[in-house]
């Protein structure tokens, strides 16, 4: 009969020897995690921007410059705030067609309402605010209470927008409003060290991303993930789908107001301007690897496809690409962005299902009384 007894020294040297594979099995994988990021949209759009930078900078060295990097921080600052802004729609599983519009009409509003008038900059800001306020409301209730599907809602919305702005100006630009308005999306700070220049534009866009990633990281933000993964699961968890939705279609009304007043300053007053924003603002979102039908994504990864995009845009000028070809390029990589998204998501599901934001709510919900506080659906409503 074999002793059960087993040597101390032996025990000891049997650990040491196991933690020491542990530690080198953790190494390969953190190398294996690391080439699965690389391979993941967002590695892969990290990766494409910096590629297409290096290719900016080597056709034109000045490019990397202090102050040329501010500036093209400064021109990508409108197209990221509406990224953003539209992010927090499609992680939820729908869609805002309607950001252009509400750009022309605030970037117009402004043009007629303020004028020479400096004293009118802060009122008329606080009008801006309202109009956005009121069309993501719409948008929202439209889409939740009344169940019209949100793409078509958008779509009622930016055509409504579009004709009642054309109306009102009779389609022609007006003159550019006060100067300290105008200062909001051109000015900056000057004489920096190192800098030189630090665009108004740049602090406001840092702001937003701050507020968005924070917002994204609370509750509000978790249960937009769940929702877009899986509706009916987070409804039975108590959750208020419609108000959920309903204040990420104000959000994003409200980034295209501030994207708006940004490009006043150097865009001036024109029905042009904001014109197929709303599918620059997709495709940087699912270039970002946001899966549109909701349930996946980050704020950053749409902030990266922005960037992606703009310098993408940018490198072309250098190439004497013809700017025509610009829509033709955002389909397509709206195409193979989500091909790509559709690909990886495939392969992990065959690999195994992953628990998701859906799961810790239901499971949640799903905990016998004993165990589950009283206020535990309170939590999930917050």
Do not use: C
């Not at 209470?145 to 389609?171: K, Q």
């Not at 866009?205 to 249960?223: E, Q």
């Not at 496809?305 to 990589?333: H, K, S, W």
């Amino acid at each position: 009969m074999i002793s059960s007894t087993a040597n101390p020294r032996s025990g000891q040297a049997q650990s040491a020897s196991s933690r020491s594979g542990q530690g080198r099995l953790g190494v390969g994988e953190r190398f294996a995690e690391l080439g699965r990021r690389a391979l993941d949209p967002k590695g892969i759009v990290v990766v494409l921007l910096i590629i297409i930078l290096l290719a900016i900078v080597v056709l034109n060295p000045s490019f990397a410059e202090p102050g040329s990097l501010m500036r093209f921080i400064q021109r990508v600052a409108p197209i990221a705030i509406v990224a953003i802004g539209q992010y927090f729609v499609i992680v939820s599983g729908e869609f805002d067609l309607s950001m252009g519009a509400v750009v022309t009409a605030q970037v117009m509003t402004v043009g007629h309402l303020v004028g020479a008038d400096e004293s009118k900059t802060v009122p008329v800001l606080f009008i801006l605010v309202g109009i956005g306020i009121l069309v993501g409301l719409v948008n929202g209730l439209a889409t939740t209470l009344l169940r019209v599907p949100s793409f078509i809602v958008t779509l009622g919305t930016m055509l409504v927008i579009h004709g009642a702005i054309m109306w009102w100006t009779g389609g022609v630009a007006t003159s550019n409003p006060a100067e300290n308005f105008r200062q909001i999306g051109r000015g900056g700070f000057a004489d920096i060290p190192l800098i030189d220049f630090i665009p108004y534009a740049v602090l406001i866009l840092a702001a937003v991303i701050l507020l968005a990633v924070w917002l994204s990281r609370r509750p509000f933000g978790r249960t937009l993930v769940a929702i877009g993964d899986n509706s009916a699961a987070a409804t039975f968890a108590g959750t208020r789908v419609w108000w959920t939705k309903t204040s990420a279609f104000v959000i994003s009304s409200l980034s295209a107001t501030v994207a708006g007043v940004l490009l006043v300053g150097f865009a001036g007053v024109h029905p042009s301007v904001g014109q197929g924003y709303e599918f620059t603002a997709i495709t940087a979102v699912v270039l970002g690897g946001v899966v549109l039908g909701g349930g996946r994504g980050t704020v950053l990864g749409a902030l990266t496809g922005a960037f992606t995009l703009e310098a993408l845009f940018t490198l072309l000028n250098f190439t004497a690409v013809p700017a025509t070809m610009r829509d033709a390029i955002q389909g397509a990589i709206i195409i193979a962005a989500v091909a790509y998204s559709g690909v990886v998501f495939a392969r992990r599901r065959r690999r195994g299902r992953t628990p998701t934001s859906t799961d810790s709510l239901t499971t949640s919900a799903e905990t016998t009384p004993s165990t589950t506080p009283a206020g535990g659906d309170d939590a999930v409503r917050q």
